[in-house]
């Protein structure tokens, strides 16, 4: 059961179209809403980094016998420091992005709390990939 | 009454046509055999179908007047929405008294019982006990639409009864103690503007049994009061003031609550796409959402008589004049709360077991993508999607689609002609030929008549969907 998305990485507008597809995906086949609400949460804040950050890039989404599995890629910047990106309230965002509401560094810590691993794959200008888990 | 619901269908007056199916908030509704069909635990009473329904074909069941001679005493609990028909210069008094006029015995303002609603309201947000953001209970149609669509906001809505159930419960104790009848001899009949409060009084989720008895709607009680309301000698009948009358309209209840913090939703299609963003957490910073599945609020709803816009005016200038009403002093909690724990509906699940669930999607996704996109809904689905789960889960058949049909019948027909042409110099066809030309005049034959008997099956097929 897998999902397969594009994500633009200049139209603004469909920003978040992948994970709202994905979430009634889980609705319709019978997930529970608080594992619902978690996976969409999580995919909707990587979805905003891929547009954000990464200039674009795909997405993967699956449900697995005992988990959902959601991958991100883009070949963007890449992150410089994980570390640091992990921090709450830590952003790189440009100011056009802040001013939509975006950009407030809660986007990595946000995924890391609603899902039940995360990892991180990312190198200096080639592009990052980020894999989510939510067990079911 | 598993699935009670008081919107139904007048088969006569339905033609047919794609309104209500594209309209539907949780695609409850499908055309088979030229009539609409409501697909009923999916049904959430929410009125749209009515609204959007030119063959006035979509009706909400509600009581006559009829109703009134099964009690000694009939009290009216009229909605607030009701001050808003006749005028901005009309008064409540007037209106009320109206009611004792055509039948009711004595009246009780629901709009009274908002008012403490909103004490409670008020009340429980200093405590810090109600839930982030919380959700209003009042309109019976978005609770609905919460457990159908959005089950992981349930825990949000805050569980007081409606106004209507309040009112309700403290009209029969007042006319218990004045008239010394027992319940069962006493009416409480909702004067309604909204489809969903009926199904609230006849199979409620939030309470065991409503001390309403029924509903009759506004639009069956305004030519009634119109033809006293001249005449009537206004009794001081009006208890509720600005703060509950206000709940007629877009706003009313979340100024009751006396926040900054807080947002006003109006209209079904509104709701969905603020119910989505709460269900991702994205406005946790706001304390309190007032939805109503109606545009502008209860004004809006499908049994009023007078037009929303206007009627929302009435109300503003009906509510300012009543000003405040007298104090409410402390509620008592356990008066105002849910007797029943909220469930989630599996209405739109596709299979109670996951391996199967997804079995199914996989193969939707598959039927889906031989569709047209066109979501015209010639089929009798809203979408090309909801028709593609139509067939995965049995109650329809790809041929629905008239675009697919149109194909293979013309893929057919190329196939006869290209063998009458390879003919076109006289020769004899062969005896494969032959049988080939038979075998594809039967299928067309088929195509045919799967419309109707197609169809047939489905109606059967439908009732248990």
């Known amino acids: 059961m897998l999902k397969h998305y594009d994500i633009s990485g200049t139209d603004f507008s469909v920003a978040g179209e992948a994970s709202s597809n994905f979430k009634v995906v889980l609705k319709k086949l019978g997930i529970s809403p608080d594992i619902v609400r978690r996976v969409s949460i999580a995919m909707y804040e990587a979805e905003i980094n891929t547009v954000v950050h990464g200039g674009g890039g795909e997405c993967d989404a699956e449900v697995l016998d005992g988990c959902v599995k959601i991958v991100f890629k883009d070949d963007g910047p890449g992150i410089e420091n994980v570390e640091l990106a992990m921090q709450e309230g830590y952003s790189t965002a440009s100011d056009t992005v802040r001013e939509l509401g975006f950009g407030a560094g809660m986007g990595l810590p946000n995924i890391k709390k609603y899902t039940d691993d995360m990892k991180i794959e990312t190198q200096v200008g080639v592009g990052t990939k980020i894999t989510l888990i939510v067990n079911l | ?465």
């Open chain 2, 1 to 465: 009454m598993a699935y009670y619901h008081s919107v139904t269908l007048d088969r006569e007056r339905c033609r047919g046509c794609t309104n209500c199916i594209q309209h539907c908030p949780t695609e409850a509704i499908r055309v088979r055999g030229g009539k609409a069909k409501i697909i009923k635990d999916r049904c959430i009473d929410c009125g749209e179908c009515i609204r959007v329904c030119s063959s006035r074909a979509k009706r909400a069941v509600t009581d006559s007047f009829d109703i009134l001679k099964n009690y000694k005493y009939n009290i009216a609990l009229p909605a607030p929405a009701l001050y808003g028909q006749f005028g901005s210069d009309i008064t409540a008094d007037k209106i009320l008294s109206g009611l004792t006029e055509i039948g009711f015995d004595d009246v009780f303002e629901v709009a009274r019982a908002a008012e403490y609603i909103s004490a409670l309201t008020r009340k429980m947000l200093d405590e810090g006990s109600l839930p982030k953001p919380a959700i209003s209970s009042a309109c019976p149609a978005v609770v609905r639409l919460i457990t159908v669509r959005f089950p992981s906001l349930i825990n949000n809505i805050v569980n007081f009864l409606e106004p209507m159930e309040v009112a309700a419960r403290m009209a029969r104790k007042k006319a218990r103690e004045k008239t010394g009848l027992p319940d069962e001899e006493i009416g409480v009949i909702f004067i309604t503007p909204c489809p969903a409060k009926m199904t609230s009084i006849k199979a409620s989720i939030a309470v065991n049994k409503s001390a309403v008895n029924g509903a009759i709607s506004v639009n069956d009680v305004y030519l009634r009061l119109l033809g006293v309301l001249k005449n009537v000698k206004p009794k001081n009948l009006a208890k509720a003031g600005f703060e509950g009358i206000s709940w007629a309209r877009r706003g009313g209840e979340s100024y009751g609550t006396r926040l900054q913090n807080y947002i006003v939703v109006d209209g079904i299609q509104n709701v969905i796409p603020i119910l989505s963003a709460m269900e991702n957490e994205k406005l946790n910073d706001v304390r309190f959402a007032e939805f109503s599945a109606c545009p502008l609020g209860c004004v809006g709803g499908a049994l009023n008589v007078a037009n929303s816009y206007v009627s929302l005016n009435n109300i503003k200038n009906i509510a300012d004049r009543a000003g405040k009403s007298k104090p409410i002093g402390d509620v008592k909690d356990k008066d105002f709360m849910f007797e029943k724990q909220l469930g989630a509906s599996s209405a739109m699940n596709l299979d109670k077991d996951l391996t199967a669930a997804m079995k199914k999607m996989e193969e939707i996704e598959k039927v889906c993508e031989t569709m047209p996109q066109l979501d015209c809904g010639a089929c009798g689905a809203p979408s090309c999607k909801a028709l593609a789960e139509d067939v995965v889960r049995g109650y329809a058949d790809a041929y629905d689609c008239i675009f697919i049909m149109r194909e293979h019948v013309r893929n057919i027909t190329n196939e006869l002609y290209e063998i009458a042409e390879s003919h076109k110099d006289g020769s004899g066809m062969t005896s494969d030929e032959i049988a080939r030309a038979k075998e594809l005049s039967k299928k067309l034959l088929e195509l045919e008549q799967h419309q109707q008997s197609g169809y047939n099956f489905n109606i059967a097929e439908m009732e248990r969907y």
